[in-house]
């Protein structure tokens, strides 16, 4: 690994899915980023050309899934976008033998990781990827799919404007009728209403989703007396089309759950989603100024609100909720150089100098 030099780093891609296709696309026009290999898991996608997996020209880089051919590869990192922390003993098989052979990583997929000091995090999801990072001498940052920037880098940058902060709320806004990612069995969407989808157990959506709270907590000095959770349904009365096949009437259309930290008695770091089949499901709930944002919302000295969209102007039809994904997995690309200068260990967003983006202008 060439530590710390910051421009033409070498970079191997893992997972070749909705935001691993799109980050490909990236690199392959970088300035500063040259693929040497990509990893699936799909048998189907091996031996293809990188470039036929995301709709590019050939590039003479074939797909494998074999993580030893990719470390023989001696990237200066590995950008993972493998499946979420419900498939964490994958994720750690392979994030793990990357780091024993000294390779750094950033990934997008084990949400809990974006804390790894989370008292719910189990130790067998901690334990093995610190003695990894301890072996190899390399370093592992997780941004999260929900996405980790817009419940981390968000709030924090903004609470560092403030004289006193009484709370900070992170809110994702979003409406998921041309979204194609999970969410029936997570979520419950598509669900009759006494169905407990896998997200509604508390422990679970703070373990998965969580991992925030408490790192903005440490990062503005304080302990939390208590994490807890909220978890709200709304039915829709009609059939309501949908990008996977539409939601029937009776069946849940729209959730909205918050994870919040709670101090001295008083909620004062909320994490919220409120997430609908159609912009009119549940018109009582938060929504944006504009359609599909990201908020936050301070109440101190000062008070600030600050609502960021993503959106693709290219004219592609590409919804806001895939232009978010393609911003989640930037983040984890463009961290490699900075990630590639730090001691080896856990790295999180509070590790991290300002990533402005080396090559972006072109």
Known sequence: MNKGDTVNKRIVLWGTG?????????????PHFELVGVGVSNPDKVGRDAGDLCGAAKT??????????????RPDAVVHYGPTAAFADENM??????????IDVCSTAMTPWVWPQMKQLPAVWRDPITEACEAGGASCFT????????????????????????SVRASELLD???????????????????????????DM??????????????????????????????????????????????????????????????????????????LDAAPEWP?????????VDILGSPSISQETSFRFTDGSGRT????????????????????????????TPLDLPLIPGLGTIR
């Open 18 to 30: 909705v935001v691993g296709s799109m980050v490909l696309t990236e690199i392959l026009r970088h």
């Open 60 to 73: 003479g880089v074939l797909a494998t899934d074999s993580v030893d051919e990719l470390i023989a590869l």
């Open 93 to 102: 098989r392979v994030i793990g033998a990357f780091l024993r052979a000294g």
């Open 143 to 166: 941004t999260g799919i929900d996405p980790g920037f817009a419940n981390d880098l968000f709030p924090l940058t903004l609470m560092g404007l403030c004289g006193e902060v009484q």
């Open 176 to 202: 998921y009728t041309d979204y194609e990612g999970d969410y029936e069995f997570e979520m419950g969407i598509g669900h009759p209403p006494e169905f407990t989808a896998l997200l509604e157990h508390p």
């Open 205 to 278: 959506l703070i373990m998965a989703w969580g991992a925030t709270v408490p790192m903005i907590a440490a990062a503005a000095g304080i302990e939390l007396d208590a994490i807890t959770t909220t978890w709200d349904k709304w039915v829709t009365p009609v059939d309501r089309p949908s990008a996977k096949g539409g939601v029937k009437a009776g069946t849940v259309a729209a959730i909205r759950f918050t994870i919040n930290g709670v101090y001295h008695g008083r909620e004062v770091i909320t994490l919220e989603h409120v997430n609908r089949i159609g």
């Open 287 to 295: 929504a944006g100024t504009k359609d599909d944002v990201y908020r």
């Open 320 to 347: 806001p909720a895939v232009a978010g994904c393609l911003a989640t997995g930037m983040r984890a690309l463009n961290a490699v150089a900075a990630v590639n200068a730090l001691p080896p260990g856990w790295v």
